[in-house]
């Protein structure tokens, strides 16, 4: 696309066989980039997770890219192929704590949190997981909200009740 209608505003643009070479000497910098942009601890963290996927369900038995480090994963969405991004982020929205894993790593593994939350103080909070909550609560790391912080916003049943001036169900 951009090779064909874009030409006047990247020039210098390469073919994808030299983009894919260039790709290896980016590596680094992209690296140094990201912990550089990494923020400091305030006492109240956020964490979450997302898929990156790699192909559509349909090609995974054709997909050669990722073969044996992508794997199936399933998020609340569905079934995807490919990886997990699992971050941790302050109030002010700093990257604290970031790990790829394959699309089969639980949110719940201990193992995976622990790595994730071996510096941070204070409160974290994240989607409502009791088991895991209890962990971390009788581990070293953090201590956890009680109550689940963050709520759904813009559900059309929250949006009724706004509207007739009522509180939105817990």
């Known amino acids: 696309f951009v090779s064909v209608y874009m030409r ?26 990201l912990i550089s942009r990494f923020g ?3 006492g109240i963290s956020f964490i ?27 998020t609340s969405v569905g079934w995807f192929f490919g990886f997990k991004v699992h971050v941790i982020v302050n109030d002010q929205g700093e990257l604290l704590s970031v790990i790829i894993t394959p699309g089969n790593v639980s949110d719940k593994d201990f193992s995976l949190v622990g790595k994730l939350t071996r ?28 109550e689940p912080t963050l709520r759904r916003i813009g559900t059309r049943r929250s949006r009724r009740h706004a509207a007739a001036g009522a509180p939105a169900p817990r």
């Open 48 to 74: 979450d997770s997302t898929k990156i996927a790699v192909c559509h369900n349909r090609r995974i038995k054709r997909h050669k890219v990722f073969k044996g480090l992508a794997q199936r994963g399933k």
């Open 8 to 33: 006047r505003e990247f020039p210098c643009l390469p073919s994808y066989n030299r983009f894919v070479e260039l790709m290896q000497r980016t590596l680094l910098p992209m690296v140094y980039l």
């Open 119 to 146: 510096t941070l103080r204070g409160k974290l909070v994240g989607d409502k997981r009791p088991d895991l909550l209890e962990h971390l609560r009788l581990g070293r790391w953090v201590s956890i909200s009680d």
């Open 40 to 42: 400091t601890c305030t």
